[in-house]
């Protein structure tokens, strides 16, 4: 199950969910690789969201985390839930060095068994599994009860467990604002807020689970443009501006927007003299607050920009 945006939400409908009490709960979201663990008889498969473009089938990681394979044996016929992180940000793969728990599962989880075991054995950062729900308990399947009785399955399923690298993801149904504004300020990633008496509806992505992240607000200028896709009809219009910031006396991209109206990218539009499409002028130079989720590692760039406003120049 996916997760819809906190900032899509307006200002009332946030207030009314911060405020609640009861209906919704709050939990810390991690910056690792999101994951089903699925425990058999015959021992466990970790699965991905993504399809291997060899097998056509979900990707799977079990044989990189060896150290999770144990502890499982009273749970047969269950799916869980989860998260994989890894416990430090910087870790050497014997070619680099990470710079973000993000980074870092996921350089794990691309490496070869045997580079899996020795990066995290070197670096002492084995993968935990941090667990937030469950879709099938002992053959019985929970999907279609509320958050608030699989939460409570689930606690009982941990207890179950004897693996010292899984654990459960608290949840918080008071207090919520604060619980969210402390996990920001401790330098969390952020918060998932969850509808207690809401199902599970795999492969769908919902309402009723919010990630709330920390945002960016930055004042840039437009410094450049690309042209629509041709596949949406808009290959004659503008379809991305990009905004830039001035940095140690040089100029730096920041961020490509792309979410415009049509009304909007008529009047960016400037046809030359050719009927080449390229950007109006009077936009080069301009300045607006652009927002978004949070800086991408290597890039650098703002990842889910948008424009908050425009400024007078």
Known sequence: ???????????????????????????????????????????????????????????????????????????????????????????????????????????????????????????????????????????????????????????????????????????????KKAIHDGILEAGGEGTVWKKANAPYEPSKRVSHWLKRKRGLEVEAFVTGFKLGSRERGHSHLIGAIEFSVQERGTIRPIAWVSGWSDQERDVMTWKEPNGIPTLNPTYFGRSAIVVGQDEAGKSRRIRHARIKNWLMN
């Open 1 to 175: 199950m996916l997760l819809e945006d906190w900032s899509d939400l307006d200002e009332r409908h946030a207030n009314e969910l911060e405020n609640d009490h009861h209906a919704w709960i709050v939990q810390q979201k991690h910056d690792g690789v999101r994951v089903l663990l699925h425990i058999t008889e015959d021992g466990i498969r970790i699965t991905g969201r993504n399809l291997s473009e060899v097998t056509y089938r979900l990707t799977e990681f079990q044989d990189n985390l060896l150290h999770l394979h144990s502890g499982w044996e009273r749970l047969a016929s269950t799916i869980l839930d989860g998260e994989l992180v890894c416990p430090r940000a910087d870790v050497s793969t014997g070619t680099t060095v990470t710079c973000s728990a993000l980074q870092a599962a996921v350089a794990v989880l691309a490496a070869s068994p045997d580079k899996a075991a020795a990066i995290q054995r070197g670096n002492n950062a084995y993968l935990r599994l941090h667990l937030f729900d469950v879709l099938e308990y002992r053959g019985e399947d929970t999907t279609t009860l509320p958050l608030a009785e699989r939460l409570r399955i689930m606690e009982e399923a941990v207890g179950t467990t004897e693996n010292a690298f899984v654990e459960s993801v608290p949840s918080y149904s008071v207090n």
